[in-house]
């Protein structure tokens, strides 16, 4: 039997010293079919060990039902670790922050009003311990002692920059003991006093979050661990991009030499992000200090390996600098060839129908999406105005995130959380009044966690309330099958563009692909039926990566939905990525 623990000044494997030398590979950003090619290229980089988040919304989109199959098949990316000969660290939160839909929470539990986020609340807690049970029979059986790659496991993320509720860590970990978690605990905050202090207890070993000053953050939180070994937890090897901003990047040398100084100091490591990946779907998350800012469908962050598993300057670069502190295994990995180059006719063309959405839910005042059990995407609203043919000025309580307003079928503007836009002029007083609302992400990080999603009232007309609502959700899953038989009406125009177009193109076999986007206006696509994520010219990413494992050899199907001008004629397939201007 093997055994990991926590000695007096280094971590024992098997009894003895051990460096944990890590990668973040989040397996819900990565498709599975690529995740054994991304774990083999960590190790041939010199790292011992993967380090995954757990995110519990994408698990458990509803109470009650917990999701282990195909890209959230934990189990199955724990043991590719496995059979890489490589240890696992595990961090189930609850909360998690990873700039992802809610921090990881799931909408149905932030939503609850008997309950309290991240504290000594019954109700909040009594859904984690539902969900560390869900949980345990994956992780306990895969923990090392076991037979199975998990050395560490965290308890909660960053706790010290939200609360200092010391009795609802000791909670958690009470809870992730009794469902048969073993291995050591660990928690992990950023190293000031402040954060260290609230954020942990005894019966968890600190770790430290940064990604430069080596010597002064373990300083700091060797005062806080003082004894032990000393564990940067999430070594920041570059950053995230935000819709609206620059592409974020670091120097290679730069980062290679703080990783230098770290690994010097004696210290064993986890760099975030080895591996980024994508935003797949609808789960990208986003911030808001003062302003709402989504995060965009590319999680690159910049990493040693690319979106697309291609091992860059910095790999190389951190590869020379683990070399003189561990063994490098002699073999490289190779560097995949560029992405097929073609053009694909967007000839079958139309609008969204009413088939589309799903049943209206009816009632005096709009509804948010949250109560209505809609998690994550978008929706329609709709109301009749009596006011009179003269100009009228709406005004919404609150529009999260993005509303594109139509009266009587005639598009009039767009209301933008993230410019602060809460009102505008109708042309008249009276017809059909219609909001068609994107839920563009949920805060992933600070106080605004867990808020409700779609229109929040009140909504007025010069003053007035407007009620008899409805709202009707997009069902996206949908779109795909139902675009295949092009729509002749018109009713569907809810907004500039609202249409859809779908083509056909062929490979000679699966091919990891990237898209461009960057002439396009905002909107989804889909190749095959899944869902890649969103697109918006206001960039900066201006490709989708497209994983091989949602391609096929022969035809493969592209659908595009655009929400803001005309869909596009033709795509086209470029032969590696374009993530835009980059932050000086």
């Known amino acids: 039997m093997r055994t990991f ?15 944990v030398l890590s ?7 990565v498709h599975p079919d690529d995740w054994a090619a991304r774990i083999r290229a960590a190790r041939l980089m010199g790292l011992n060990t993967i380090e995954t988040y757990v995110a519990w919304n994408e698990h458990a989109p509803r109470r009650g039902r917990f999701d282990l199959s195909g890209r959230l098949d934990l189990g199955r990316f724990l043991d590719t670790v496995a059979a890489e000969g490589m240890h696992a660290i595990v ?6 922050c990873a700039e992802f839909d809610n921090g990881g929470l799931p909408a149905w539990l932030t939503g609850a009003p008997d309950v309290e986020l991240r504290r000594t609340n019954t109700a909040y807690l009594d859904a984690v311990r539902e969900y560390l049970e869900q949980l345990a029979p994956v992780l306990v059986p895969r923990q090392i002692h076991r037979g199975g790659p998990i050395i560490l496991v965290q308890v909660e993320n960053e706790y010290g920059a939200y609360g200092d509720d010391h009795a609802y860590l000791r909670r958690l970990t009470e809870l992730t003991r009794q469902v048969g978690i073993t291995v050591p605990l660990t928690s992990i905050d950023q190293p000031t006093d402040e954060m260290l202090a609230a954020g942990g207890i005894p019966e968890l070993h600190r770790t430290g979050s940064f990604g430069s000053d080596a010597a002064v953050r373990l300083a700091t939180l060797r005062r806080h661990q003082p004894s032990g070994p000393l564990l940067c937890a999430e070594f920041w090897d570059g950053w995230f991009d935000s819709w609206g901003t620059r592409h974020h990047t670091t120097s290679a040398e730069k980062s290679a030499a703080e990783l230098d100084a770290l690994l010097a100091a004696g210290a064993s490591v986890n760099i975030y992000m080895f591996h980024g990946g994508t935003n797949f779907g609808l789960t990208n998350g986003a911030n808001h200090k003062g302003r709402y800012v989504p995060i965009a469908t590319s999680y690159d962050y910049d990493a040693p390996l690319d979106e697309a598993g291609r091992p860059t300057a910095k790999y190389w670069a951190f590869r020379d600098v683990i070399a003189k502190y561990a063994p490098v295994p002699e073999e490289q990995p190779a560097d995949p060839a560029d992405a097929p180059t073609l053009e694909v006719d967007l000839a079958q063309r139309s609008l969204l129908s009413s088939e589309v959405f799903a049943e209206p839910t009816y009632s005096e005042h709009p509804l948010a999406f949250d109560v209505i059990g809609h998690a994550r995407g978008y929706g329609v609203y709709r109301a009749h105005l009596d006011a009179g043919p003269s100009p009228v000025l709406l005004e919404v309580g609150e529009v999260r995130d ?13 209301l933008a959380r993230d410019a602060h836009e809460r009102a505008l002029v109708l042309p008249a007083g009276r017809g059909e009044l219609e909001l068609f609302v994107e839920d563009q992400g949920r805060v992933n990080y600070g106080p605004l966690i867990g808020e409700e999603k779609g229109l929040i009232g009140p909504i007025t007309v010069d003053g007035r309330p407007v009620t008899e609502w409805s709202v009707a959700p997009l069902r996206l899953d949908a779109i795909p099958e139902i675009v295949r038989t092009p729509s002749s ?44 994520g969103r697109y918006w010219r206001r960039g900066p990413q201006q490709t989708l990566f497209v994983p091989e494992g949602a391609t096929r050899r022969g035809a493969n199907e592209l659908t595009v939905l655009e929400l803001e ?7 086209r397939l470029v032969s590696g990525p374009e993530y835009g201007p980059v932050e000086d």
């Open 91 to 96: 961090r189930p939160g609850p909360y998690i």
């Open 5 to 19: 623990t926590i000695g007096e000044n280094d971590f024992l494997l098997d009894g003895r010293p051990h460096r």
């Open 23 to 29: 990668g973040a590979v989040h397996y819900f950003r």
């Open 565 to 571: 001008t005309r869909a596009p004629d033709t795509a």
């Open 489 to 532: 009406g018109t009713d569907s125009s809810l907004w500039p563009g609202g249409s859809t177009a779908r083509g056909v193109f062929r490979l000679s076999r699966p091919s990891g692909l990237f898209l461009e986007t960057g002439d396009w206006g905002k909107g989804l696509v889909w190749i095959n039926g899944f869902l890649l």
């Open 402 to 414: 993005r509303a594109w307003v139509r009266l009587d079928g005639r598009y009039v503007g767009t």
